[in-house]
């Protein structure tokens, strides 16, 4: 009895090649901006057509999703990613706007509530009133 090794790109020439090179496509293609007036987020989706794009917010939850089918003759490749983020307090959710240029770049941008300053300050106790 004899044991051949294979190894796998033989027997899926490019599989493994195509789905890790998903993985890095999508690790290094966002980039996130959260200053003092914005929160702004911007995301490579080049390999996607806008019909395969969906931006959802639920309550401060935002999701990105990208899904793509393409149809070959002997069958059939998928991509496919979801991206969510929980948005802070201090961004305004109902300004929130999307937009995609041509060259493949989703922008999603939102303004900053301008948050009412906190400063110290002595706070009277007063006399209460006495119930009847």
């Known amino acids: 009895m004899s044991i051949c090794v294979v190894p796998a790109s033989a027997l899926l020439p490019g599989f493994l090649d195509e789905a890790l090179a998903s993985i890095v496509f999508l690790k290094e293609r966002f980039q996130i901006i959260d200053d003092d007036s914005r929160l702004a987020i911007s995301l490579d989706v080049s390999k996607f057509k ?3 794009l969906k931006v959802n917010l639920d309550g401060r939850t935002l999701k ?3 899904k793509q089918e393409v149809r070959e003759e002997h069958g059939f ?4 990613f979801v991206r969510e983020w929980t948005l802070p307090e201090e961004v305004d959710v109902d300004k929130i706007r999307s937009s995609l240029t041509e060259d493949g ?3 999603i941008e939102a303004p ?3 948050m009412a300053s906190v ?3 002595s706070i ?3 006399k ?3 119930k009847k």
């Open 112 to 114: 900053k509530a301008k």
């Open 128 to 130: 209460a009133n006495k």
């Open 50 to 52: 806008p019909e395969e």
């Open 119 to 121: 400063t110290a300050k």
């Open 105 to 107: 770049h989703l922008s």
């Open 124 to 126: 009277p106790i007063q």
């Open 64 to 66: 990105v999703e990208g």
């Open 77 to 80: 490749t998928s991509r496919s």
